[in-house]
């Protein structure tokens, strides 16, 4: 498995994994009225993350099976916050999404980050406990139109 940066070029490849896992993934944990509104914004690739240089697709024989990574905190260089972390469900179990994320902490330590932030989706909080993420509590992000999207905070030194 190859883990590289993104590119603008990822688009419809990422926007296809996040369109065809997220609605798997995350309706064992939230209610059809959550998801009907936030899937279609959620399950988009991010533009400006695809080019930050921080942002990773994982690739093999050609085909992305994840996608993911960090940017910095405009007020605190120490922290680092974890950005639109996606495992294809039919590759689950092979560390696609800890092999992004071991990229993501030693490229944001080099950058002297020390605390790394995520806001993760209920699904998502074993997965993040497991690399040692801690949950500080929950929290509502409010997507585009004032969608309200229930997550969890959470927070790991690097």
Do not use: N, Q
């Not at 993104?6 to 939230?30: E, N």
């Not at 990773?56 to 024989?61: G, S």
């Amino acid at each position: 498995m190859l883990i590289r940066p993104s590119t603008k070029d990822d688009m419809a490849a990422v926007d296809a994994l996040l369109a065809r896992t997220y609605p798997k993934l995350l309706k064992a944990d939230y209610p059809p009225s959550v998801l009907v509104t936030a899937l279609p914004i959620i399950s988009r690739a991010r533009p400006e993350l695809l080019v930050c240089g921080t942002y990773y697709v994982a690739e093999e024989d050609g085909a992305i099976l994840g996608a993911g990574g960090w940017t910095p905190d405009a007020k605190d260089k120490s922290l680092g916050h974890i950005r639109h972390v996606v495992s294809d469900d039919r590759a689950l179990r092979r560390g696609i999404g800890r092999g992004l994320m071991e990229r993501s902490f030693a490229v944001a330590r080099a950058a002297g980050v020390t605390r790394m932030e995520c806001w993760a989706t209920r699904t998502a909080v074993p997965f993040y406990e497991a690399l040692g993420f801690e949950v500080i509590g929950p929290i509502d992000v409010t997507l585009a139109g004032g969608i309200v999207f229930p997550s969890v905070r959470m927070m790991r030194d690097l």
